[in-house]
């Protein structure tokens, strides 16, 4: 499970999902991702590849926001030449393009992980199956582009009504519909 931006592995419905996963005997990684207030796609990708290895097809994602980017950009990585496929993965308020900055600070933060291209035809072959859990009312806009986007990777899309960025903010301590759609995947 990769946390999202300005936020630890300890927030929001992570340790829920977390807890509940392992009570069905899964073994869930949820890493401290580095610099959460300033992310820099290599240190994040090159910390989940550090966590994770080699995922093969029992390896399943969960991202939030731009732990969303982070697991993608992992999965484009060259890295896996031999890889058939993994599990699957959820992606949760997933973004390719963003806006409402608070500041041109945290534009600039967010400028390479908008515009370094992910190349969805190499995640879709090794990703056959996921889910996206998005809000039409996500506070930093794009929803029809990200959702399009993202139809492009995804086998499955959930629209939640007035969910904002599906945090604990906006009253997410648990996320129901993401352990339903990973039980789903994993019987697929």
Not at 166 to 176: S, V
Request: aromatic share 10%; hydrophobic share 40%; glycine share 6%.
């Amino acid at each position: 499970i990769v946390h999202q931006w300005m936020a630890g592995a300890d927030g929001d419905w992570r340790p829920w999902l977390k807890s509940e996963l392992e009570k069905l005997g899964h073994e869930v990684l949820v890493p401290e991702m580095p610099d959460i207030d300033t992310p820099i796609i290599e240190k994040w990708v090159g910390k989940l590849a550090e966590v994770v290895g080699v995922p093969d097809k029992d390896t399943y994602f969960v991202g939030h926001s731009i732990g969303c980017q982070t697991i993608l950009r992992y999965l484009d990585s060259h890295r896996f030449k031999t890889l058939e496929t993994i599990g699957g993965a959820v992606f949760v308020a997933g973004w390719f393009n963003l806006k409402n900055f608070e500041d041109e600070e945290t534009k600039e933060i967010a400028r390479p992980w908008i515009e370094t291209p992910i190349i969805r035809d190499r995640v879709k072959t090794v990703l056959p199956k996921s889910t996206l859990i998005i809000s039409e009312n996500d506070p930093y806009d794009c929803f029809e582009e990200n959702k399009a986007k993202f139809a492009q990777i995804m086998t499955k899309g959930i629209v939640m009504p007035n969910a904002g960025h599906i945090t604990a903010e906006d009253g997410f301590t648990k996320l129901p519909e993401a352990l339903s759609e990973l039980k789903s995947l994993m019987k697929k």
